[in-house]
């Protein structure tokens, strides 16, 4: 907002000074005037616009800030943890059964951190345009039906029905199968973590004219309206749409993948529940 304002004051000076002209003005006087306005105009969208990027630069600090927090308290837990299982066996106050049972309690620790590195790093290369990846035709009905059974058992476990409803037909899109099935398993696991016993999560899939759409639904509580777009950012703490078990990566995973495809992602209210769709480009 200062070089905004240095710019505006400056620019109003000057064209105070062209504007103050004796009375009875000439041609020449009355292009001065002209060409102050002019300065004076394009003064203000200046200013304008240096307003605008302070403001963007001041948010994107801000979120910068909160990704840093958000990311160090998710490490913390479980180096907190780490630290006192080694310092319990490393003192020999535990042996046998609970030691063993404490190096698996560490051994579970590790898997999480290098699990949360590893989507730090995937989200970076992704968002930073460092993308390697080879695009194919991809059935998506295959696709679906193979995530879908891959992800039926932690779903009965929760007492949550899995089912796919897709058409009879092709769905074929350009994509890498490997990535969109990322995106799958995220949504899908997200969708399951949500939904009570007796609940049903369901995915389906459908080519258009703009492309092919899939939608995976669940009857859970729902995320509410304000959170729709924020339940994509990383580490977002919102209670629908931050898992008890998860880092809060995998929707802001998934929609850096399907954007990295030329498609987009969305939520709706499911009344009950949410649906998240996403597109890819149809091959």
């Known amino acids: 907002m200062k070089r905004a304002a240095v710019i505006a004051i400056a620019a109003f000076l000057a064209g105070a000074a062209a504007v103050a002209v004796p ?31 302070e403001r963007s630069q001041r948010e994107i600090e801000e979120m910068r ?33 609970t030691r063993d ?18 989507d730090l790093f995937e989200l970076s290369r992704i968002e930073a345009g460092e993308i390697s990846w080879t695009l194919r035709q991809v059935e998506l009905r295959e696709l679906i039906d193979d995530t879908v059974a891959a992800m039926r058992a ?39 973590r949500h939904t009570p016993a007796d609940g049903t999560v369901t995915v389906r899939a459908r080519s258009g004219h703009g492309g092919v759409e899939v939608e995976v639904a669940d009857d859970g509580e729902g995320v509410p309206a304000d959170d729709g777009e924020r339940v994509f950012e990383p580490f977002y703490r919102g209670d629908a749409a931050r898992s008890e078990d998860g880092a809060g990566l995998g929707l802001a995973i998934s929609r850096a993948i399907v954007e990295a495809h030329g ?10 529940g949410t649906r ?3 597109t890819l480009r149809r091959a």
Do not use: C
């Open 23 to 53: 009375h009875g003005m000439g041609v020449e006087q009355i292009a001065l005037v002209v060409l102050a306005a002019g300065g004076l105009a394009l003064a203000a969208a200046l200013a304008v616009r240096l307003a605008m990027e």
């Open 65 to 97: 800030r909160q990704l840093v927090a958000a990311a160090s308290h998710d490490l913390r837990t479980p180096l907190a943890s780490l630290r006192l299982l080694v310092e319990s066996i490393d003192d020999g106050v535990v042996d046998g059964e």
């Open 101 to 118: 049972r404490y190096l698996g309690e560490i051994r579970t620790h590790v898997d999480v951190l290098s699990g949360l590195v590893d």
């Open 154 to 192: 932690p779903a009965e476990a929760r007492g949550v029905k899995l089912a796919a409803e897709l058409p009879s037909g092709n769905v074929v899109a350009e994509a890498n199968a490997e990535k969109v099935q990322r995106v799958l398993f995220n949504l899908i696991q997200n969708a399951i």
């Open 263 to 272: 498609g987009r992602i969305w939520l709706e209210e499911g009344h009950p």
């Open 276 to 278: 998240v769709h996403f």
